[in-house]
């Protein structure tokens, strides 16, 4: 019997030539002398036959195999090409770690500038390292890789720059459920496209919210209103959805009257209150590609535990207190207006001592209320020109001292946010001190300007006048806490404690510099 020993189109190095090889070898078997007895020997040689049986079996089985990868292959080829050309379209990132979370791939989209072409030099890093998620521990990353769950979408923060991205992930398992690392993309959020997400997040909260809110868009004919909460709607009254779309100069005459009045006023930032309700007015910021936006929040004035506790406080010092002190006060100045003609010197000294104790007192109390109340007043945030504030103030001084030889440098175009009332109050006591510290001075000496100090922005009151010790630089800000004598200089050592509550308030912070007889610096920052 004559075989064929060779596939010349497909040569014995293909998967098919392997195929033919193969079953060429099983019929040169069954073509031997041997095999041929065996097939007519007797029962004592069928041994024999059962073995090349055996072997006839595995030989097809491995050539079935061949032929199957042979067949297969390409559509494996094609699978691959496919999902190189799919991460090549991709919009975003690409990347691919191993079980301990090490970088092993990031393929950058297409369109990928910046931060994200460094980030395919970072191979082999951590990924919890490259990333914090937003608003969560440190490790937060971490845990989540580690439980092996799916991720995102995730707000994280690449540590190297401080860019935002968005992150998503599956994770890779072997055949027994065991993490061998995890695929997923990253987006950098661009400040529109965040915008657009923190729409559509707020877009899913109208339909929980409790107060009466509503989202404003600006059009060619004006405002109008793009969305309204359950709340809204129902202070407004009509029909669900009859004011998608409406002027809000329409709709806004459709709240009660005192309200609609107030809010008609109503300046971004600012927060006003009325019959019961406070209103604040909020911009948006949506980007270059979106109309602005404005969110007007309408809410009820709940007080809290700890404000009505304040509240009663204060009534308390502001009455019960000062019962007494009017007590001690009246009847002093009696004594001395009807016997003060009865008391020699020394008697009449004493008389005024009370009085003047008591005059005193009666300013702590006063300051101690200022300060109570600076804490529980609403907060309104609007351009404060404070170089135009410090110049008031100043004239206001000297216009009550004007034989004083002072100068006054105040840097112009100091603009800041915040609360018009608290930040003059502030400053009212700041250049106060400069001016009253400074008053035994021949010249008086005063500044008010900006320095960059370790890089942020401070606001520097600074003075020529009898300074301090800064040895008690930590009671300079207490309440009813002086370092120099009354006799020296007149307070009620509340100022300055009003002044650290207001910057305090605004975000900011407050700190001294001074030595004995050199003066005074005061920074703030807001």
């Known amino acids: 019997m004559r075989l064929p020993t060779r596939d010349r189109a497909a040569g014995t190095d293909s998967p098919k030539g392997q195929v033919v090889g193969s079953l060429s070898a099983i019929a040169g078997l069954w073509a031997t002398p041997a095999s041929a007895q065996a097939l007519a020997a007797p029962a004592e040689t069928s041994a024999w036959g059962l073995l090349m049986w055996l072997g006839f079996g595995v030989a097809c089985a491995?050539?079935?195999a061949l032929w199957a990868q042979h067949r297969t292959r390409p559509q494996h080829q094609q699978a691959q090409g496919d999902v190189e050309s799919l991460m090549a379209l991709s919009e975003h990132a690409i990347w691919r770690t191993d079980a301990q979370h090490h970088l092993l791939m990031w393929r950058p989209s297409s369109e990928a500038i910046g931060p994200t072409w460094q980030l395919s030099n970072q191979q082999g890093q951590s990924l919890p390292n490259l990333f914090v998620l937003e608003d969560s521990p440190e490790d937060a990353l971490a845990l989540r890789m580690a439980a092996g769950g799916a991720l995102g979408p995730l707000r994280a923060m690449l540590k190297a720059d401080g860019s935002r991205w968005l992150l998503r992930a599956q994770a890779r398992l072997d055949a027994h459920g065991r993490v061998l690392g995890y695929l997923g993309t990253a987006q950098p959020l661009a400040p529109a496209l965040q915008a657009r997400q923190d729409k559509v997040l707020?877009?899913?909260l109208w339909g929980v919210m409790a107060q009466p809110t509503f989202l404003l868009q600006a059009e060619a004919q004006g405002w109008t209103v793009r969305q309204l909460s359950p709340a809204a709607q129902q202070l407004v009254g009509g029909e669900p959805g009859a004011l998608l779309g409406q002027a809000w100069e329409t709709v806004?005459?459709?709240l009660p009257p005192d309200m609609a009045q107030a809010v008609e006023r109503l300046e971004p930032g600012a927060v006003v209150?009325?019959?019961g309700w406070q209103a604040r007015l909020v911009d948006v910021d949506a980007g270059p590609d979106l109309p602005a936006s404005r969110l007007l929040c309408l809410s009820t004035e709940a007080k809290p535990q700890a404000q009505e506790d304040q509240e009663s406080f204060v009534y308390s010092i502001s009455h019960?207190?000062?019962a007494p002190i009017r007590v001690v006060e009246g009847f002093s100045r009696i004594l001395k207006e009807d016997y003060g003609r009865f008391l020699d010197r020394i008697g009449n000294d004493h008389l005024d001592r009370v009085l003047a104790a008591a005059a005193r007192m009666n300013s702590m109390i006063d300051a101690l209320l200022a300060l109570s109340r600076?804490?529980?007043q609403p907060l309104a945030r609007k351009p404060v020109d404070l170089s135009q504030l410090a110049t008031y103030i100043l004239e206001d001084l000297r216009r009550d001292q004007p034989e004083r030889a002072a100068e006054v440098l105040i840097e112009p175009g100091i603009i800041v946010q915040g609360d018009p009332t608290l930040l003059r109050v502030a400053l009212e006591n700041l250049l106060g001190n400069a001016w009253?510290?400074?008053?035994?001075?021949s010249q008086t000496r005063i500044e008010f300007k900006r320095e960059l100090t370790e890089g942020h922005n401070t606001l520097v009151v600074a003075d020529n006048g009898a300074g301090f010790d800064m040895r008690?630089?930590?009671?300079?800000f207490g309440v009813f806490q002086r370092l120099h004598s009354a006799k020296d200089f007149q307070g009620t050592g509340v100022g300055l404690a009003s002044v650290r509550r207001i910057i305090r308030r605004h975000g900011g912070d407050i700190w001294a510099e001074s030595e004995v007889g050199q003066g005074a610096r005061f920074y703030f920052t807001l």
């Open 436 to 441: 009253k510290y400074s008053s035994k001075c």
């Open 202 to 204: 707020l877009s899913r």
């Open 273 to 275: 209150t009325v019959a």
């Open 472 to 476: 008690f630089a930590d009671r300079l």
């Open 62 to 64: 491995v050539a079935g």
């Open 252 to 254: 806004r005459k459709g």
């Open 320 to 322: 019960d207190l000062r």
């Open 374 to 376: 600076l804490q529980s």
